[in-house]
T-cell receptor, first 112, second 112 residues
Framework: DSGVTQTPKHLITATGQRVTLRCSPR?????VYWYQQSLDQGLQFLIQ???????AKGNILERFSAQQFPDLHSELNLSSLELGDSALYFC???????????FGDGTRLSIL | QKEVEQDPGPLSVPEGAIVSLNCTYS??????FMWYRQYSRKGPELLMY????GNKEDGRFTAQVDKSSKYISLFIRDSQPSDSATYLC????????????FGEGTQLTVNP
């Protein structure tokens, strides 16, 4: 058990809808990262938050947004969903810059 | 060309074999090198974390980094059926911040 908790484990929804994925980092970790894993793209970095502030952005679509709350949990919001958004979304956390990242078990998003 | 190249396999070996997994990369700014193990329907689990060049050993696992050749390896000694999983290399560096850049993963099966 990595200590990173993601909910829900599986989400099934339709095109055009909006969903929220939730992540609780390991106790004491201030950094939260979101990654997308798809069959054709592999694991891709989306966005990083550190102690409530956005620190880095990767290949994150404008339809996607994230935030980190004062209790350090994070949410990834995906809107106007398209079939191609179907993927595994992972959250990771670390205690600081260049520290090892530990991953949750992900949310599997299926768009019908 | 991808920043990190990893042979996707699949790789099938008999129990007890020595397994060698490899990645090459093109970004000379990468300084931190990781190996993750991912079981089906689970998140990536950190196996090894190394900084710069050199070797690191942990039980049956040995990680090697050769920055001059931009080549990293993971060796698994006395492989077990429980080692059957997908192995992902990942890297980060000062210029990319804490974001991890992953290889596409090598699927390993250890046969009893």
């Amino acid at each position: 058990d990595s200590g990173v908790t993601q909910t829900p484990k599986h989400l099934i929804t339709a095109t055009g809808q909006r969903v929220t994925l939730r992540c609780s980092p390991r106790s004491g970790d201030l950094s939260v990262y979101w990654y997308q894993q798809s069959l054709d793209q592999g694991l891709q970095f989306l966005i990083q938050y550190y102690n409530g502030e956005e620190r880095a952005k990767g290949n994150i679509l404008e339809r996607f947004s994230a935030q980190q709350f004062p209790d350090l949990h994070s949410e990834l919001n995906l809107s106007s969903l398209e079939l191609g958004d179907s993927a595994l979304y992972f959250c990771a956390s670390s205690s600081g810059v260049s520290q090892p990242q530990h991953f949750g078990d992900g949310t599997r998003l299926s768009i019908l | 060309q991808k920043e990190v190249e990893q042979d996707p396999g699949p790789l099938s070996v008999p129990e007890g074999a020595i397994v060698s997994l490899n990645c090459t990369y093109s970004n000379s700014a990468f300084q931190y090198f990781m190996w993750y193990r991912q079981y089906s329907r689970k998140g990536p689990e950190l196996l090894m974390y190394t900084y710069s060049s050199g070797n690191k050993e942990d039980g049956r696992f040995t990680a090697q980094v050769d920055k001059s050749s931009k080549y990293i390896s993971l060796f698994i000694r006395d492989s077990q059926p429980s080692d059957s999983a997908t192995y992902l290399c990942a890297m980060s560096g000062e210029t990319s911040g804490s974001r991890l850049t992953f290889g596409e993963g090598t699927q390993l099966t250890v046969n009893p």
